[in-house]
């Protein structure tokens, strides 16, 4: 997920513009209104803005990261491996028959020639079909000078490419919602919901995965927020799948200033109830793939290396993955197993994938306005896709789309299912020098079960693909 002052001009062409006092006190997480929210011209800005800026001519190795950066990075290849779905793939399960919508402000000029690299390179299929709709009238062309346009070919960059590496038989539909009023600012929310409700409303796809969000309290109050849901209202009703990463300032979030709140905050709309919230955790891996380690909770805070070869700036920098209580929405049913730690509050993250920039991701993109080659990603607009990617695969097991899959997670994880895979270290406490000062905003530790750094864990596809459809149909008859 996109991140301020990461690179500085795209930093300042991303900046937000929220304004009004913080929202406060505990809301229903029911539907709230079914306006369009066209009158509050919340911005939105995306959300995986963490890419090397030097890059080479071809993915780099894990060695060769290690050598000329001091990271890790990964393959395509070495995170399917990571998380058993090539084992799917050899039983016919690789998302056949399911559409992925990937929802962006602006799309990637070069996503179908930019993706046959990146397939051939780690031995993918193209998708049946990549296709691009713009649901809110005709997007501007592509401008590689305005550097919001180019923040957002990143990211749907790395979001086509990594939804379709966990499910490399499913369709991709790219949705842009940005019009001409929205190409010289970040775009709005508003503008999202109604793109969004138009794929929905047409059942275009299966699972929606989105990458971009605003800090709970700088919408103007809490309704501002909440009538801006009804995209996800109507998914939740028509079996849509919606996926969100849950942030990439740990346990924290950006003001309307871009600077930090120095106290715990979350964004929206991945702390929304009818979202799967997709944490950060970081992969320990050998050239196979392989663990070598378990999986960790994100955090680069400190990592110099990661911090100096993503952010160009010394360390500590907030990188890691975001997790905490909502200000905005009750505590969902779905997590009644789990009242102790989240009081009344919706908590974030439900799970966790890969984000770690010390484990990035190989990427590749040749569009003007960013250095042209294979470069790295990190944040959780990686872990977003990957997830989106596995429920193709369960969506292609059961023969039809799951919708809200987060009642059957948690039904998952109070069974101990062997699918979920527990994040036992790390944390998502974040420091960072704001106003001449070191400031530490003290977050949570992964520990055994359930936790605000890594939610319910991390998945073993191979159980947990069949699992959560066996569970979905058991959630489903009894609802």
Request: glycine share 10%; net charge negative; charged share 15%.
């Amino acid at each position: 997920m996109r991140r301020p002052r990461l690179v500085a001009a795209v930093a300042s062409a991303l900046a937000f513009a929220a304004t009004g006092l913080a929202a406060t006190g505990l809301a229903a997480s029911a539907p709230g209104s079914r306006e369009s929210g066209a009158a509050t011209q919340i911005t939105i800005r995306p959300e995986a803005i963490y890419p090397v800026r030097q890059v080479l001519p071809y993915p780099p190795t894990t060695a060769q990261c290690q050598a000329k950066y001091k990271i890790d990075c990964y393959s395509a290849e070495q995170v399917e491996a990571a998380y058993g779905v090539p084992e799917l793939f050899r039983r016919g399960i690789t998302g056949k028959g399911q559409t992925i919508i990937v929802a962006e402000g602006f799309g990637a000029p070069l996503m179908d020639s930019d993706l046959g690299v990146f397939d051939r390179a780690f031995h993918l299929p193209a998708p049946p079909s990549l296709k691009v709709i713009q649901p809110n009238g005709k997007v501007p062309p592509y401008n590689p000078k305005n550097l919001n346009r180019v923040g957002w070919a990143l990211e749907t960059t790395l979001d086509v490419e990594y939804a379709h590496a966990m499910a490399p038989g499913a369709n991709i539909l790219i949705i842009e919602s940005g019009d001409k009023e929205a190409v010289e600012g970040p775009g709005t929310f508003a503008l999202m919901e109604r793109a969004e409700e138009y794929v929905v409303n047409h059942h275009l796809g299966d699972v929606i995965t989105q990458s971009f969000s605003d800090t709970e309290e700088t919408f103007p109050t809490a309704q501002s927020l909440l009538r801006l849901r009804g995209a996800y209202i109507d998914a939740a009703r028509q079996h849509i799948t919606v996926v969100t990463g849950s942030g990439d300032w740990g346990v924290t979030s950006p003001t309307k200033n871009f600077d930090y709140y120095l106290h715990p905050a979350l964004g929206w709309p991945g702390d929304d109830p009818l979202i799967t919230s997709v944490g950060g955790s970081e992969l320990h891996l050998n050239t196979a793939g392989g663990h070598t380690s378990p999986d960790s909770v994100w955090n680069d805070t400190y990592k110099a290396a990661a911090v100096e070869a993503i952010f160009h700036v010394k360390p500590p920098y907030p990188a890691a993955g975001g997790g905490g209580r909502s200000i905005i929405f009750a505590r969902p049913h779905y997590q009644d197993g789990i009242a102790t730690i989240a009081g009344p509050h919706r908590a974030v993250p439900d799970i966790s994938m890969s984000a770690a920039c010390d484990g990035a991701v190989d990427f590749y993109h040749a569009f003007a306005g960013w250095p042209k080659g294979w470069g790295l990603f990190c944040g959780t607009s990686e872990s977003g896709p990957l997830m989106s990617g596995v429920v193709a695969l369960a969506d292609q097991l059961a023969g039809h789309p799951l919708g809200l899959i987060n009642p059957a997670i948690y039904k998952l994880y109070a069974e101990h299912a062997p699918g979920l895979v527990d994040i036992t270290t790390g944390n998502n406490t974040v420091s960072f020098h704001q106003g001449g000062k070191l400031h530490t905003v003290r977050g949570f530790s992964a520990k055994p079960g359930y936790d605000l750094a890594s939610g319910v864990g991390t998945i073993w596809a191979p159980d947990f693909v069949p699992e959560l459809v066996s569970t979905m149909s058991l959630v489903n008859r009894r609802t």
